[in-house]
Every structure is written in C-alpha cells, then in structure tokens.
C-alpha cells in the first residue's frame, strides 16, 4: 500500500460517522475519543482533497463525496470482519467467531433460544448476530450464515429449504374480550389493525382479500419487532408468524380468509462450508428452525 494512501482506520472512522450522524456518536461506536474521529475525518479530507461532511440541524451529513464513498468503504469493512473472524480461531477448529444475519423477527423471537443451545455445546465459538431485513452479501463476506425468506439464486451459495413460515392474523386473547372477534373480513374496519406507517416498508404480499392502506391500521410501525410486541401487548390484531403465535398464547383471527406464507432458507458462501465453526452453526440452526417452522 502506498505510504500517502489512507488508512483502513480513518475510513473506519468516517464509516462511523456516516452510521451515526455525529463524531460523538461514532466515537461512542467504536470507542475512540471525539478528537480522534475529528481528527481522522480532516486527515481523511486532505487525502483526498474534499469535504466530506457538512452540518445540519440533524447532525453531521455526507456531502456527495461522501456518499460515492460510502458503498466502497463498506465493502472494505466486510472484509475487515471476515478476516477478523478468520484469523479468531482455526478452519478446522471449535474456537473463533461466526457472524449469522436473519430477518429482524426472526432474529429476535426465534434464533436466539438455538444460540444458546449452541453456545452450551459449543462454548469457544462466539456468535456475531445482525438483525435486518437486508439481504447480506455473502460473496463479500457481510456474514458467514445468512436466515432468508428469499429463495437464494446465486450458484456460489449453498442453501438449504427449512420449511415454510406461516403467516396469520392474530390478538391478544385480552383484546378480542375486549373488542369480540372479527367474523368477516369486513368487520376488520372495527378493530385495531397494526400494520406498516411507510409505503416504502409494505413488502410485496400475496393478494389479499381487502386493499393495504396505510389508512388501515390504526397502529403504524415499520419495524417487524414494534409490530409484534403490539399484537403481544393487546393493542390490536396483526400478521405473524403461526408458530411465535402458539408460543405466546395469541389468537387466529380469519384463518382461512386471509394469511400466507414464506419459505425459510438457511445460506452459506460455498467457501465457507469448509470453516468447522461456521458448519456446525449452520446444522444447528437448521435443525432448530426446521423444527419451529414445523409446528
């Protein structure tokens, strides 16, 4: 590397930023001093000749500099992680780390009791888990084991169907004592409905029998998460998944006039296959989730 080019650290800084809006909040991110990331973001602007941040009421914005940069240096921080987590324990071994990323929901009400199956039996393996609703590139090494409710296409991953989530109206028992319980689907325009508060965040839904507007719901959340702990909390009746439904006690509502599904996919790089520690977290979680989808 040439001796003037910049160093991953000042991009790790600038990255930091650009994910927290402000240099406060990115040295609280990855534990530097508020000097240092101002620091790094000037010596990172005089690499390069340009500004890369302006101000505003919201905090620190990226110019258009910046946001040219943004998917290049995110790039370079998947591949920080990979190989931090390659260099954590050997290919072969039962130490180091592996880095898994599932669907926010799913991460939070359903892998999380298989991690810590696996974690007992498996205690030198530390596990990385990123909630979100993106789809990771495992090509460029974003994670090393990926949940989808997306039918993978690309040949360089290996990925294997666990089952098929279902999807159904429901509410807190508390709720339909309370309010009764829809007969029709008409009668859902007297309830509580939770659903989506941006367009953007409808995720393309079989066709159902009433149109989706955000009018609908009279609780808007675009967090999958925020969804659920309402429905949970008897607030009103929203989609979810069967099997968290059972587990918790809530209600169908309209089960066969309205509801779908979504097959479940556990995925991992084909290079990737051959690290122990990322393999053995690959079977584990397949049997745990096949089990769950199963109910």
């Not at 500004?51 to 943004?70: E, H």
């Not at 994670?143 to 666990?162: E, F, H, M, N």
Request: net charge positive; aromatic share 6%; with cysteine.
């Amino acid at each position: 590397m040439d001796a003037d080019e910049p160093s991953w650290e000042l991009y790790r800084s600038f990255l930091a930023v650009v994910r927290e809006g402000s240099l406060s909040g990115a040295a609280r991110a990855i534990r530097l001093t508020q000097p240092t990331i101002g620091r790094h973001v000037d010596t990172l602007e005089a690499a390069l000749g340009a500004p890369l941040f302006t101000r505003s009421q919201s905090g620190l914005r990226p110019t258009p500099v910046a946001a040219a940069l943004i998917p290049h240096v995110e790039a370079m921080a998947s591949a920080a992680g990979a190989l931090r987590r390659a260099a954590s324990g050997e290919a072969l071994g039962e130490r180091g780390a592996v880095r898994i990323t599932a669907p926010e929901i799913m991460g939070v009400e359903v892998v999380p009791p298989a991690l810590a199956s696996f974690r007992d039996a498996h205690p030198d393996i530390d596990v990385e888990l990123v909630l979100s609703n993106r789809t990771a590139d495992l090509g460029r090494r974003e994670a090393d084991v990926a949940v989808r409710t997306v039918k993978p296409t690309q040949a360089s991953l290996v990925a294997r169907k666990l089952g098929t989530a279902r999807i159904r109206l429901h509410a807190h028992p508390r709720y339909l004592q309370a309010h009764g319980t829809p007969r029709s689907v008409d009668a859902l325009g007297g309830h509580s409905v939770i659903g989506f508060d941006t367009a953007a965040s409808v995720r393309p839904l079989p066709k159902m029998p009433f149109e989706i507007r955000r009018d609908l719901f009279a609780l808007r959340c675009d967090s999958d998460v925020g969804q659920y702990a309402a429905v949970k909390a008897g607030f009103g009746i929203g989609f979810c998944q069967v099997g968290m439904a059972k587990r918790d006690g809530l209600a169908p509502i309209l089960v066969d006039e309205i509801g779908f599904e979504l097959g479940v996919w556990l995925v991992m790089h084909r290079d990737t296959k051959g690290t122990r520690r990322a393999r053995l977290l690959f079977e584990h979680l397949a049997g745990h989730l096949k089990a769950y989808l199963a109910q």
